[in-house]
T-cell receptor
Framework: KAGVTQTPRYLIKTRGQQVTLSCSPISGHRSVSWYQQTPGQGLQFLFEYFSETQRNKGNFPGRFSGRQFSNSRSEMNVSTLELGDSALYLC?????????????FGEGSRLTVL | TQLLEQSPQFLSIQEGENLTVYCNSS?????LQWYRQEPGEGPVLLVTVVTGGEVKKLKRLTFQFGDARKDSSLHITAAQPGDTGLYLC??????????FGTGTRLTIIP
């Protein structure tokens, strides 16, 4: 079966702009969680969505937001970009909600903020 | 805030050698997972451990969960170049989140 698909794979933005990243989960998976990965901080949890509802949120400012659609596809948005937002953004889908079950990760969207 | 410390941060060894990497916390895990991430890809689940003292084997990889459920180790026997990657542990501390460690970057030299 098709894996988790993230788009775009790479993007470059400048400070102050906003960005929207998309994640299509594995068919049948209703949970989508998002993570930020940087060399210094590792992989940090952003938020989780299940059945179009945000279940949990990590310790990130309000500039980071997300949503989930009725087909389980999810988007995350970062507004007023800062240099420190440069990172690999990963989404993962699973059949059940966190923390149970296996997470299936996409290949990520690599964001560079100039 | 629960923290997961992984050690070593970097490890480079020759093909055929054995190695062990560690994941430690000051808090008790409800469960712990190990993932491997290869360059340009997302992490892939290797194993989940839930019971203190549990040992699981996956071919040449042996995973152990500490008796007190505050630590875990991953031992690789006869390492191969295909084992190269970033090894991440991810722990659940009884809430609805997974906390990831900062990872061990492993390089196997042919």
């Amino acid at each position: 079966k098709a894996g988790v698909t993230q788009t775009p794979r790479y993007l470059i933005k400048t400070r102050g702009q906003q960005v929207t990243l998309s994640c299509s989960p594995i068919s049948g998976h209703r949970s989508v969680s998002w993570y930020q990965q940087t060399p210094g901080q590792g992989l940090q949890f952003l938020f989780e969505y299940f059945s179009e509802t945000q279940r949990n949120k990590g310790n990130f400012p309000g500039r980071f937001s997300g949503r989930q659609f009725s087909n389980s596809r999810s988007e995350m948005n970062v507004s007023t970009l800062e240099l420190g937002d440069s990172a690999l953004y990963l989404c993962a889908s699973s059949l059940g909600t966190l923390p149970t079950g296996e997470l299936f990760f996409g290949e990520g969207s690599r964001l560079t903020v100039l | 805030t629960q923290l997961l410390e992984q050690s070593p941060q970097f490890l480079s060894i020759q093909e055929g050698e054995n190695l062990t990497v560690y994941c430690n916390s000051s808090s008790v895990f409800s469960s712990l997972q190990w993932y491997r991430q290869e360059p340009g890809e997302g992490p892939v689940l290797l194993v989940t451990v839930v019971t203190g003292g549990e040992v699981k084997k996956l071919k040449r990889l042996t995973f152990q969960f500490g008796d007190a459920r505050k630590d875990s180790s991953l031992h690789i026997t006869a390492a191969q170049p295909g084992d190269t990657g970033l090894y991440l542990c991810a722990g659940n501390f009884g809430n609805e989140k997974l906390t990831f460690g900062t990872g061990t970057r492993l390089t196997i030299i042919p």
